[in-house]
């Protein structure tokens, strides 16, 4: 892990903008909004909608994923209501075990212990979030990437991800290791400003 300073985003007002441009505006402006803080996730905005919109970190990757511990990966998503009560508490526990100087293995077996003790919520039906962002950034590669959406399922849910053909990707975000839960991904074809997204 790199200095928590360098994961911190100094003015607050760019962290709300950043967050908030994951959806488009008829959803992010009624928004709740957290920001990250030394000891976590905190509420910046309080919204009416039931959406959560947060900027992730590295560390919401995938475990054996080169950019876990990059300081530069900004991730704008905005949850649902659903995703809001069940995938983002598992944004919550990671982000706490981060802050208090966990290893990667270390935070993976506790999240296992957590499931295990029922300490983290069942997955809600219709969770899904929105990453529609120009401003975030996901990897060296493709910068921001695409305008998507990801929506989350049991890990025996089939939609045909990957095949040939297929608009629906899957995200190995999860995929069981050891979060319960499938990302499944469709992008769309503009950002959430409206403007259109060049063809990857």
Same mark, same amino acid.
């Given at each position: 892990?790199?200095?928590?300073?360098?994961? %911190?985003?100094?003015?607050?007002?760019?962290?709300?903008?950043?967050?908030?441009?994951?959806?488009?505006? @008829?959803?992010?402006?009624?928004?709740?909004?957290?920001?990250?803080?030394?000891?976590?996730?905190?509420?910046?905005?309080?919204?009416?909608?039931?959406?959560?919109? *947060?900027?992730?970190?590295?560390?919401?990757?995938?475990?054996?994923?080169?950019?876990?511990?990059?300081?530069?990966?900004?991730?704008?998503?905005?949850?649902?209501?659903?995703?809001?009560?069940?995938?983002?508490?598992?944004?919550?526990?990671?982000?706490?075990?981060?802050?208090?100087?966990? @290893?990667?293995?270390?935070?993976?077996?506790?999240?296992?212990?957590?499931?295990?003790?029922?300490?983290?919520?069942? %997955?809600?039906?219709?969770?899904?979030? +929105?990453?529609?962002?120009?401003?975030?950034?996901?990897?060296?590669? +493709?910068?921001?990437?695409?305008?998507? %959406?990801?929506?989350?399922?049991?890990?025996?849910?089939?939609?045909?991800?990957?095949?040939?053909? @297929?608009? *629906?990707?899957?995200?190995?975000?999860?995929?069981?290791?050891?979060?319960?839960?499938?990302? %499944?991904?469709?992008?769309?074809?503009?950002? @959430?400003?409206?403007?259109?997204?060049?063809?990857?």
């Amino acid at each position: 892990m790199a200095p928590l300073s360098q994961y %911190l985003i100094a003015d607050r007002a760019t962290e709300i903008a950043m967050a908030r441009s994951a959806a488009p505006a @008829s959803i992010s402006d009624h928004a709740t909004v957290l920001v990250l803080q030394a000891h976590g996730y905190v509420t910046a905005v309080k919204g009416t909608n039931g959406f959560v919109c *947060v900027v992730e970190r590295g560390w919401m990757s995938p475990f054996d994923a080169p950019l876990f511990w990059d300081p530069k990966l900004r991730g704008p998503i905005c949850f649902n209501p659903p995703a809001a009560k069940s995938i983002l508490p598992m944004t919550y526990k990671r982000t706490e075990l981060v802050l208090a100087g966990r @290893s990667r293995e270390q935070i993976k077996k506790a999240i296992e212990a957590a499931l295990a003790n029922k300490q983290l919520p069942a %997955l809600e039906p219709g969770a899904m979030s +929105y990453m529609m962002s120009k401003q975030g950034f996901l990897d060296e590669q +493709y910068g921001h990437w695409m305008p998507h %959406l990801m929506f989350y399922t049991s890990t025996n849910v089939d939609w045909g991800a990957d095949l040939p053909g @297929s608009p *629906v990707m899957l995200n190995p975000q999860f995929h069981g290791a050891p979060e319960p839960v499938n990302v %499944l991904m469709i992008t769309v074809g503009k950002w @959430s400003d409206g403007t259109p997204a060049p063809n990857m």
